[in-house]
């Protein structure tokens, strides 16, 4: 196969979607440390090879597929069309290392690092899961980068090991440009089923309509149950709770864990995603900067990281993006960047606004503008202690209707948190810092 432009950006697309799957980043971020890894001053650089453009050096290819395979890249033969789509040589030499590394499985995301913090989580839903009179959907919600994918992978892993009859399959709503993994257009409930015919291999299935797929698959999973993971389900081209009632028929036996910025409703074990506990919390950045070689952070105290868990409210995302930044910035100018989502270099759009836009452009885009103003209201308070309802009327001044009825828009799109108050029957509402930060940004400002 000669070189290709093409082929070449469509394999690095795939690359970056593999990364992205088991690492639970955002697309540029990973864009991002792959320039950083090869030298460069950020992600410009795979972005443009990712338009079709040849890198013109063997020596930044030999580095660029070094790089992915540093990071679970390992298929020999994707490498090998890799090197040849890009105009590398002979590619024996390079693919030699990691010859013997195990391909991955593209149903099944592997996890790259052990998860924190949830354990009694993972031993709870995993009791309902192995029931088998119990719940037949799992569905996970919680707000941008508090750890839906990484929970829905464990569960996944553990799960299959556990009831081996069971076949994992993996599918992303995310509409993604240019890749073979995800797919490029919303997830509708006649995609997902065209997705589960191909991958239990049915017979004739680009001859079968929706409905004869439907029923085949049916018949199918009957006798081979399946661990469907339908994750990101907020970004799917049907509303969610339409696509899961559509799926109900597919289950029993098989099963489905669903992920979303979104709540659920209905007939599911219901996981709503919060930060990490402190302790936990501490863990987690311990790890993360053994994995990212920041020395001073793996023997730092609790005391030490509370003011890096505090500002991140214990999102591993955000603590991902602050150890990643404390690699070469001292920890007051970071978090004075998190806090007030300022841009370190004026007119670029750096790592902080991409991090506030990964995780809340969509759903601010969604809200009306009674709670948008109840935000704005609510960031006023100390993020962990909130408010309870007279408070919030008083402050917002919106009608008790209205007031209500943002409420649940709010809580709904996982913007919004709430535990019980001191009184019976009382609740105190609350939001993530994260939230608080982007609510209070220039960048709500705009959109």
Known sequence: MPASGEKFAQLLTEALYQIRLRESKPLQVIQDELGYAMGRNGGSVIDYWRRGNLPTKLADLE????????????????????????????????????AASKALDPNLPKRYRQLVGRDSLVRQVLQHLSDREGYWVIAIDGMGGIGKTALAMDLMQRFVA????????????????????????????????????????L??????????????????????????????????????????????????????????????????????????????????????????????????????????????GGSPLAMKLVVSQLASLPLDVVLQHVQSVTQLNPGDEDAYVRFYMFLFQR????????????????????????????????ISALPAAELAHSIDMLWKLSLLELNEGERF????????????????SEIAQVL
């Open 63 to 98: 580095q660029l597929t070094r790089t992915l395979q540093q990071r679970g890249v390992h298929d020999q033969r994707w490498i090998e069309t890799f090197l040849t789509a890009g105009g590398y040589p002979p590619t024996q030499t390079l693919i030699q290392p990691v």
């Open 162 to 201: 556990q009831q081996p009859e069971y076949r994992p399959i993996w599918i992303s709503a995310e509409p993604q440009q240019g890749g073979g993994i995800l797919p490029n257009q919303p997830l509708t409930f006649d995609s997902l089923i065209t997705n589960l015919a191909r991958q239990l291999a």
């Open 203 to 312: 017979a004739d299935v680009a001859q079968l309509s929706v409905e004869e797929k439907f029923q085949r698959l049916q018949q199918v999973l009957k006798h081979q149950p399946i661990l469907l993971v339908l994750d990101n389900l907020e970004t799917s081209g049907e509303p969610q709770q339409v696509l899961l009632e559509k799926l109900r028929p597919l289950l029993q036996p098989s099963k489905v864990i669903l992920t979303s910025r979104q709540r659920f409703k209905g007939e599911v074990f219901s996981v709503h995603l919060i930060g990490l506990e402190a302790e936990q919390a501490a863990l987690f950045i311990r790890q993360d900067a053994n994995e990212k070689g920041v020395q001073w952070l793996q023997q730092a105290s609790l005391d030490d990281l509370q003011p890096i868990i505090k500002a991140t």
């Open 363 to 394: 759903s601010w885009t969604l809200l009306e503008l009674s709670a948008k103003q109840l935000l704005v209201s609510l960031a006023r308070f100390v993020p962990s202690n909130g408010c309870d309802w007279r408070a919030m009327q008083q």
């Open 425 to 440: 029957g009382q609740l105190r509402y609350y939001l993530h810092p994260l939230t608080q930060h982007f609510v209070l």
